[in-house]
């Protein structure tokens, strides 16, 4: 679903579309959408909503009059009430006053755009739309941030057209018809407090939620597809779900894989359907298909979705629940306690006899020295090499100072959720950048065929489980007192996971860890081996998984990476770098890892391509 908004007549220009759009006048405003069942008109407004937003007070009611309230609640009310939730975006326009409101949950995965130049006002869900409409230059710095890491995304609200902003996080904005800014507010409710105490209320609380979440988002849906790994997320999810619904499993990757194996097993324990995809050809589409996706959602980053999407028959776009994006529960990204240099002198402290982790105070000093931190790890990615490699004109010193400013604006919307520990702050900063961008285009690329929902990711849940002291929920804690405590998940745990195989994952730490550490040591073995002897048909690790070397050895890899980057929009070296890295992965001399840098750098290009030549 892609929308534009604007303060311009946008009719001439929409005669020239090969796309399919209807228009609509709000008042002084011209709107084009190409899915209009999106659009909403209630008493008081008109919006579109992406993602699934519910008021609890009605949960009797049906679910487009719970949308409708929770619109109303959120327009007139910011941060949202206890009562609504969701993960969503929305665009609002107030009939009465001709004003436009646009707002996010507070990560904000769904996209939302906003321009005001001298050609007028604009509010879109699409980059590619937005700049289809405007003759806007590109912003340099969007651009080397999206080819560069620690991310490969845009940072804050910067995106790739100069003065063209993403809405950030939990933020709600109020605009005139002419595009001036009236009122902005922000979400801080994450991390509001820190709840211990007797962990099996804690959990109980939890489980009550989650399922009220899932009975909220499902009411009237009678069939529903579940993304199903081998992982401990997505297990916990399909447990979660209301009884009486005709639920099918789907995963992507090879019969043979071990995963596949433990995610038939957890489809089987629960009674429902379930069928994996595979086609390894697909990890590197051809150009026609690759532009197709990157057009309609703006979300390719990892192709092995298109294993499912490509596979599958479409007649109504049905609900997907996608488990794996919030690593609230296990807090994993709470990086001093994840790095391998702490866990190795840890080990012993933490994962077998599960001793509390020391929090610091998040003081003052502490947060100025974790931003400094944080912007000179940023900026050891950018060199001049860098800027020349993709023959961009900005200076070093002026990219520097704009990446400064936009780790700013995530710094700033941190520092207002006050958080008790410094610790914390990492973890809330990824959920800002990877969670909301990189992962959270699982959503916008399924969204193309499926009405894609996170609920693990929703307002309600996610500000419970942010609350939940720290010391609760790393090295897995909460997750194995969910499985001791949750008779349904109790039983799923009986089923291994696919990265300690064999044994149960309800089973006591001291005898999984051994069998994760030899698992793991067997594999770099194996890579070792395969790598040294450049033969792609050698064993790459001793459970079977999704198999990255084979995925390289595609006949049409040269042809295919080619045409990705034939109208060349990134430079010459850059690219010239993406496809030797690709070859080189094919070859094995480097190993030969998930492709999404690669692909990132294709759909980039092609979203320059679509704008800079008006494709659409």
């Known amino acids: 679903m892609r929308f534009l908004l604007s303060n311009k007549y946008l009719n001439d220009k929409l005669k020239n579309l090969s796309a399919s759009f209807d228009l609509k006048k709000l008042g002084p405003l011209d709107l084009i959408i190409d899915?209009?069942?999106?659009?909403?008109?209630?008493?008081?407004?008109?919006?579109?909503?992406?993602?699934?937003?519910?008021?609890?007070?009605?949960?009797?009611?049906?679910?487009?009059?719970?949308?409708?309230?929770?619109?109303?609640?959120?327009?007139?009310?910011?941060?949202?009430?206890?009562?609504?939730?969701?993960?969503?975006?929305?665009?609002?326009?107030?009939?009465?006053?001709?004003?436009?409101?646009?707002?996010?949950?507070?990560?904000?995965?769904?996209?939302?755009?906003?321009?005001?130049?001298?050609?007028?006002?604009?509010?879109?869900?699409?980059?590619?739309?937005?700049?289809?409409?405007?003759?806007?230059?590109?912003?340099?710095?969007?651009i080397i941030q999206r080819t560069t890491l620690p991310e490969y995304s845009s940072i804050g609200s910067r995106t790739i057209l100069e003065n063209c902003k993403r809405i950030l996080p939990g933020e709600w904005i109020r605009f005139n018809y002419e595009g001036d800014i009236l009122d902005t507010k922000y979400d801080n409710s994450l991390f509001n407090s820190t709840l211990t105490g007797d962990t099996t209320n804690l959990v109980n609380d939890y489980w009550k939620l989650f399922k009220e979440e899932l009975d909220i988002l499902l009411k009237e849906e009678k069939e529903l597809s579940v993304a199903l790994s081998g992982g401990i997320d997505s297990r916990i999810l399909l447990g979660a779900l209301p009884e009486k619904k005709d639920i099918k499993c789907i995963s992507y990757g090879p019969n043979d894989s071990y995963e596949i194996s433990v995610a038939r097993k957890l489809a089987k324990r629960t009674n429902a359907d379930y069928k994996n995809y595979s086609d390894t050809l697909i990890n590197f589409p051809n150009l026609e298909l690759i532009e197709e996706y990157v057009s309609k959602t703006e979300g390719v980053y990892l192709c092995s979705w298109l294993e499912i999407l490509e596979n599958i028959r479409v007649e109504k776009k049905d609900v997907l629940l996608i488990g794996d994006l919030s690593t609230a529960l296990t807090g994993r990204t709470i990086k001093r306690f994840s790095s391998k240099e702490y866990q190795r002198k840890n080990f012993v402290r933490h994962s077998l006899f599960s001793r509390d982790y020391k929090f610091e105070e998040n003081s003052k000093e502490n947060f100025e020295n974790w931003k400094k931190r944080t912007v000179d790890h940023y900026l050891s990615f950018y060199s001049s090499k860098t800027i020349k490699a993709r023959e961009l004109k900005i200076s070093k010193s002026s990219l520097a100072k704009n990446i400064e400013n936009d780790l700013n604006e995530l710094f700033q919307r941190i520092e207002s959720h006050k958080l008790k520990y410094i610790e914390l702050v990492d973890e809330l900063f990824l959920w800002y950048t990877h969670?909301?961008?990189?992962?959270?285009?699982?959503?916008?690329?399924?969204?193309?065929?499926?009405?894609?929902?996170?609920?693990?990711?929703?307002?309600?849940?996610?500000?419970?489980?942010s609350s939940i002291h720290p010391n609760e929920r790393l090295n897995h804690k909460f997750i194995n007192n969910l499985g001791k405590q949750i008779p349904i998940l109790k039983d799923l745990g009986g089923i291994p996971t696919s990265q300690i195989p064999l044994i149960a994952q309800n089973a006591p730490s001291i005898l999984r860890f051994p069998i994760w550490a030899l698992r793991s040591k067997i594999d770099n073995i194996l890579?070792?081996?395969?790598?040294?002897?450049?033969?792609?048909?050698?064993?790459?690790?001793?459970?079977?998984?999704?198999?990255?070397?084979?995925?390289?050895?595609?006949?049409?890899?040269?042809?295919?990476?080619?045409?990705?980057?034939?109208?060349?929009?990134?430079?010459?070296?850059?690219?010239e770098q993406v496809k030797l890295k690709a070859f080189e992965r094919k070859n094995l001399k480097r190993w030969p890892f998930a492709n999404m840098?690669?692909?990132?750098?294709?759909?980039?290009?092609l979203e320059i391509d679509q704008i800079k030549n008006k494709k659409l």
């Open 35 to 142: 899915e209009v069942e999106f659009y909403k008109e209630g008493e008081s407004n008109i919006y579109i909503n992406q993602g699934y937003l519910r008021n609890f007070e009605a949960f009797n009611e049906r679910v487009n009059v719970q949308e409708e309230q929770a619109i109303d609640s959120i327009f007139a009310s910011w941060p949202v009430k206890e009562n609504i939730t969701g993960s969503f975006s929305s665009f609002i326009f107030d009939k009465k006053k001709s004003e436009v409101v646009l707002c996010n949950d507070p990560i904000g995965v769904y996209p939302l755009y906003y321009l005001k130049s001298e050609e007028g006002f604009f509010v879109s869900n699409s980059i590619i739309l937005l700049g289809n409409f405007t003759d806007v230059k590109f912003d340099e710095t969007g």
């Open 597 to 605: 840098d690669i692909i990132n750098a294709a759909a980039l290009n």
């Open 435 to 465: 969670t909301r961008i990189p992962m959270g285009k699982q959503i916008l690329i399924n969204n193309y065929k499926y009405r894609s929902y996170c609920p693990g990711m929703s307002m309600r849940v996610l500000r419970y489980t």
């Open 527 to 575: 890579i070792k081996r395969l790598v040294k002897a450049k033969s792609p048909k050698g064993r790459y690790r001793l459970f079977l998984g999704h198999n990255w070397v084979e995925i390289y050895q595609n006949p049409n890899l040269e042809k295919n990476v080619g045409d990705y980057f034939e109208n060349g929009h990134l430079g010459f070296d850059y690219m």
